[in-house]
């Protein structure tokens, strides 16, 4: 079956830092690739998506690119914000079906 | 992007209790999804509700516990039945739009003592 392995957290940085955000998915076919976010006491946001290898997403300043040779979609960003602070969730969908990573907190200090 | 609306935004119940919880779309959708967020937890999906058809259940959740209604195409409902504390998450509907994405409506945080 599907699934995803996203690095765990919590992950603390200072503001202006970089962030990556390790993500690696178990696939059958060929998924659809994406990073939502959610912010604290809100719902959950689409941040970017690839459908294809080799795709970048990008929004907000973070960007992550489809490989298919490392089966990875790794989270970037170069210089966090702490309005950035937010859960992190890497997720793939087959058949119309999301499976989510198990999440990063992802906390930024002024 | 989508507009979704989730009623009620949070509630207390009491164990033993049922609650409907409704979710609102902007415009026709064919498929809808309702998720569980358990404390600290990742999304799982419960079910897929399509309109005029039953629910499709993931493993492990079934239908006597979370009931679920689709009469038309902006609109479903997800009822958690016989509550225990160990219902207590945030459920959230979700629509499938724009070519494989899926948006997500903000959620209800449920509470059950």
């Known amino acids: 079956g599907n699934s995803v392995t996203q690095m765990e957290g919590p992950v603390t940085l200072s503001e202006e830092a970089f962030l990556t955000i390790n993500c690696t998915y178990t696939?059958?076919?060929?998924?659809?690739l994406f990073w939502y976010v959610q912010y604290p006491g809100e719902g959950l946001q689409l941040l970017l998506k690839a459908t294809k290898a080799d795709d970048k997403g990008s929004n907000k300043g973070f960007e992550a690119t489809y490989r298919k040779e490392t089966t990875s979609f790794h989270l970037e960003k170069g210089s966090v914000q702490v309005s950035d602070s937010a859960v992190y969730f890497c997720a793939l969908t087959e058949d119309y079906k999301l499976s989510f990573g198990a999440g990063t907190t992802v906390t930024v200090r002024a | 992007s989508a507009v979704i609306s989730q009623k009620p935004s949070r509630d207390i119940c009491q164990r033993g209790t049922s609650l409907t919880i409704q979710c609102q779309v902007d415009s026709q959708v064919t498929m809808m999804f309702w998720y569980r967020q358990q404390p600290g937890q990742s999304l799982t999906l419960i079910a897929t509700a399509n309109q005029g058809s039953e629910a499709t259940y993931e493993s492990g959740f079934v239908i006597d516990k979370f009931p679920i209604s689709r009469p038309n195409l902006t609109f479903s409902t997800l009822t958690v039945s016989n509550m225990s504390p160990e219902d207590s998450s945030i459920y959230l509907c979700s629509v499938w739009r724009g070519g494989e994405t899926q948006y997500f409506g903000p959620g209800t945080r449920l509470l059950v003592l």
């Open positions: 696939a059958t076919g060929y998924p659809s």
